[in-house]
């Protein structure tokens, strides 16, 4: 265990891709398994049993290993893995995502609103800024993550962070320092990863960004 009671975590231990072949890290992969009737099944946890199947975190890879037969030659057996696999893990991201957002929130680890986000950013608390990735671009930008981009995550919506806060809708949000906040980056390097062609698609210039309204119901 780490100090504080977190749990150490493995992620520099190095897997390989079955679709790219690289060796990478395990915090930049998703792990798989077959299940009991043959279907791949995503263990974002990596406690599922049965010898584990990585793939790069992205949806274009594990879209590759669906339609392609690479979870068969890496099971050595016929396994059968549904079309919309990378939307399932998407899915499951998503939600991770906001279960530790949650968590950090009930911790007083992470807090919401533009003016509180502000504040915490200014008194040098904040180990992430956290904004919606369909916020007006210019709200965003007018932000500065805490230790340059790499700190900054914009890979959840509105309504999605949110849901972590009791809100309708949250644009900016800061996780403290200590506690989740080396989690929570990890798990949005990789659902960043499911969302970086529709990130890549959207306009520069800010004009078809969503009003930056935060959501009113409950304070978070």
Do not use: Y
């Not at 009671?5 to 915090?27: M, W």
């Not at 800024?129 to 671009?137: E, H, P, R």
């Amino acid at each position: 265990m780490a100090r504080g009671g977190r749990q150490k975590s493995d992620n520099t231990s190095l897997r390989r891709c079955i679709v790219t072949r690289a060796e990478l890290p395990k915090s930049d992969l998703i792990r798989f398994v077959v299940g009991p009737d043959a279907d791949i099944v995503p263990d974002l946890a990596e406690k599922l049993p049965g010898r584990g199947i990585w793939v790069s975190a992205l949806a274009r890879s594990v879209e590759t290993a669906a339609k392609r037969g690479h979870f068969n030659r890496a099971a050595k057996m016929r396994v059968r893995a549904t079309p919309d696999l990378a939307v399932q893990v998407e899915e499951l991201l998503v939600r991770k995502l906001t279960d530790l957002m949650a968590l950090a929130r009930k911790a007083g680890k992470a807090i919401a609103g533009r003016e509180k986000t502000l504040a915490a950013l200014s008194a040098g608390e904040a180990e992430l800024l956290v904004q919606a990735k369909d916020g007006s671009l210019r709200e965003r930008s007018g932000l500065r993550p805490p230790k340059g981009e790499d700190s900054r995550v914009t890979c959840l919506l509105g309504h999605e962070l949110g849901m972590a806060f009791g809100r309708d809708r949250v644009i900016h949000a800061a996780v403290l320092a200590g506690g989740l906040a080396d989690r929570i980056g990890i798990e949005a390097r990789r659902l960043r990863g499911f969302r970086a062609e529709a990130d890549q698609q959207r306009p520069s210039d800010g004009a078809g960004d969503v009003l930056a309204e935060e959501g009113l119901r409950g304070k978070g």
